[in-house]
């Protein structure tokens, strides 16, 4: 319970930090972007990303379900080797991502 808490409250800052980072967001370019990420789920063809403000949009909307994900994985004690290799490549500066469309990220 307390973890949800806190990881809601700070979640809520990080969007807001990436968002000051990040072009401004087009919301109308955003839902396009958004069904037709939906869209190729039918028809295996890619969306297009041109719009860096539906980018910063789709960025920030899938922030929290991306980044408690990776927070999930680095908690999670089992199997080992997952929080490990998570780990490493942290140390290394490399991104980690979990989810995303079908198979665009």
């Not at 939906?38 to 969306?47: E, V």
């Not at 539906?54 to 080797?81: E, H």
């Amino acid at each position: 319970w307390l973890w949800g808490v806190w990881s809601k409250a700070h979640l809520v800052l990080l969007a807001e930090r990436v968002s000051e980072r990040i072009p401004p967001t087009d919301a109308e370019a955003t839902m396009r972007l958004k069904r037709s990420l939906s869209q190729a789920l039918d028809d295996g063809q890619m969306p297009s990303f041109s719009s860096s403000g539906a980018r910063s949009g789709y960025a920030v909307s899938r922030l929290g379900s991306r980044v408690i994900k990776v927070a999930d994985v680095l908690r999670a004690p089992d199997p080992p080797w997952v929080r490990e290799s998570a780990m490493a490549a942290f140390k290394k500066g490399s991104v980690l991502s979990i989810g995303g469309g079908p198979g665009f990220d």
